[in-house]
């Protein structure tokens, strides 16, 4: 099972500011076969990328996705206050899929 | 708008059963894999259930494997989830998504539900 490591835990930003967040694979994620989710409270988890850096229908372009193999990035440009979320990674490479543990993105 | 609506959920004690429906809306239901992906509170998403466009298929994580089935009605548009021997540590939101499979059971999952909330305790 390829086990995701999202870093940091928790991100504490201003509006406006740069997010990167990170998802580390244990195993190397074949055809960049990862995507990102973003989950804002009480709400159901909404697709921003496949395939690593392809952006779901309707994703503003302040996202960006990137990354191959084992790390794997997304950046929020300038955050909006909408973007402060809960993000996931998911690798849809092995067998069975599995998410990271997620990294909280909150005002400061 | 590709819409899920899931219902079904509620309390149940350890040992018992519950069935979860997933009706979906404005889209080809009978073309696309579907999947339950489910979130304990606080915690983050689990991969539960994936079955194919024709339900010839169905895979199963391990946690769920033996006492879950994934089921589909594609003349209602209607995903189902059968969960059986209940126990506290399957408590949880239930989501269903459609599956847009690269390697099934595998793939990326582009339009969710709301979630149905299963408790389960004595």
């Known amino acids: 099972e390829i086990v995701l490591t999202q870093s940091p835990g928790t991100l504490s930003l201003s509006p406006g500011e740069r997010a990167t967040l990170s998802c580390r694979a244990s195993?190397?994620?074949?055809?960049?076969?990862l995507a990102w989710y973003q989950q804002r409270p009480g709400q159901a988890p909404r697709l921003l990328f496949y395939?690593?850096?392809s952006r779901a229908s309707g994703i503003p372009d302040r996202f960006s996705g990137s990354g191959s193999g084992t790390d794997f990035t997304l950046t929020i440009s300038r955050l909006e206050p909408e973007d402060f979320a809960v993000y996931y990674c998911q690798q849809y490479d092995s067998s069975p899929s599995t998410f990271g543990q997620g990294t909280k993105v909150e005002i400061k | 708008e590709a819409q899920l609506l899931e219902s079904g959920g509620g309390l149940v004690q350890p040992g018992g059963s519950l069935r979860l429906s997933c009706a979906a809306s404005e889209f080809a239901f009978s073309v696309y894999a579907m999947t339950w992906v489910r979130q304990a509170p606080g915690k983050g998403l689990e991969w539960v259930s994936t079955?194919?466009?024709?339900?010839?298929?169905?895979y199963f994580a391990d946690s769920v494997k033996g006492r879950f089935t994934i089921s589909r009605d594609n003349s209602k548009n209607t995903l189902y989830l059968q969960m059986n021997s209940l126990r506290t540590d399957d408590t949880a939101v239930y989501y269903c998504?459609?599956?847009?499979?690269?390697?099934?059971?595998?793939?990326?999952?582009?339009?969710w539900g709301k979630g149905t909330a299963v408790t389960v305790s004595s």
């Open positions: 079955i194919g466009h024709s339900a010839a298929e169905t």
């Open positions: 195993q190397s994620v074949s055809n960049s076969w």
């Open positions: 998504a459609k599956v847009l499979w690269i390697r099934p059971p595998n793939g990326w999952m582009d339009v």
């Open positions: 395939g690593a850096s």
